[in-house]
């Protein structure tokens, strides 16, 4: 990979996840529905509100209209800007430091990186997660919070339960970012040099990247989808006066109630949305990221 300043690193990774989640955010509304949907509830006792990625995104736009295609976008925005903006930086401090080069480097790299990127975005996807939850009443699914805003839902938040509350199931995103972080990063790296070796595409074309990232989703999607279902629970639950969850304890005890009240294949709830989503964001965000690094890379170059 060219060789960038980490702080360059973290304004370019910043603004490509930005830059596809303009995108996929419809997406991710069907996924936060899907996996919201029969919570806690054995299969075939609850009705079926959403089926599949293309009847859902039709449920979406006949309850909440076009737009709300695109609810949560400003949270979302600000999560891919603050989470994505310390991974990337984080991840090039890393490299420069020759951790990559290292046994696994790669792989122990992006887990870190990832698990700081998810502490400092996880109030803005705690909002954005309520946000695409809501809905009308006849399609809702999940606790409905009745925000307004994203400033709204920050401040509600703040008011009623603290500093604390804004963290409210970090415990889940942590781990959902680092394994997924750590499967794009390493995956993605090792995915492009592998296309290069078998010289298919010309060195510099877009196209090394494009196939990098639609190898490096795949693993994403694989070992992501679990956390990703136990995250959205947390983040969406109601609280009590003390700010504690209502249904689950902690990313250990969602994992064993969705297991035991929905079956394990719950863990897997709406699989084909959710490869969907992360699939095209992956590609899309490694894409933007590794030809705006070549170009910085070779404006670096020409300034000196």
């Not at 010289?199 to 989808?225: C, F, H, R």
């Amino acid at each position: 990979m060219e060789t960038v300043p980490p702080a360059v690193d973290l304004v370019l990774g910043a603004s490509a996840c930005c830059l596809a989640c303009v995108f996929t955010n419809p997406l991710e509304v069907v996924k936060t529905r899907l996996q919201l949907q029969g919570e806690l509830q054995a299969r075939g006792t609850y009705p079926r509100l959403y089926r599949g990625f293309v009847a859902s995104v039709v449920a979406v736009a006949r309850a909440d209209g076009l737009c709300g295609l695109q609810k949560g976008l400003a949270a979302g925005l600000l999560y891919q800007g603050l989470m994505n903006g310390v991974r990337f930086y984080c991840y090039s401090l890393a490299c420069q430091a020759g951790l990559s080069q290292q046994p696994g480097g790669t792989v122990v790299a992006g887990a870190v990186a990832g698990a700081l990127g998810a502490f400092v975005g996880s109030p803005a996807y705690l909002v954005k997660t309520q946000l695409q939850a809501q809905t009308v009443a006849a399609m809702a699914v999940g606790h409905q919070h009745h925000h307004q805003s994203l400033l709204g839902a920050l401040e509600t938040i703040w008011r009623q339960q603290g500093l604390a509350g804004l963290w409210r199931g970090v415990g889940g995103a942590v781990p959902r970012v680092m394994v997924g972080s750590a499967a794009q990063l390493a995956t993605f790296a090792s995915a492009k040099a592998w296309v290069q070796e078998r010289q298919w595409l010309p060195e510099d074309s877009w196209l090394v990247a494009l196939a990098g990232g639609m190898i490096s989703s795949i693993a994403v999607v694989a070992v992501m989808t679990p956390f990703d279902v136990v995250s959205t629970r947390l983040y969406n639950q109601p609280v009590d006066g003390a700010g504690r969850g209502k249904l689950y304890g902690g990313l250990a005890d969602c994992l064993v109630k969705i297991w035991r009240q929905e079956g394990p294949l719950a863990l897997y709830k709406g699989l084909g949305p959710v490869y969907l989503r992360l699939g095209p964001h992956t590609v899309l965000s490694m894409l933007f990221w590794d030809e705006l690094r070549k170009r910085a890379w070779r404006g670096q170059r020409q300034g000196s």
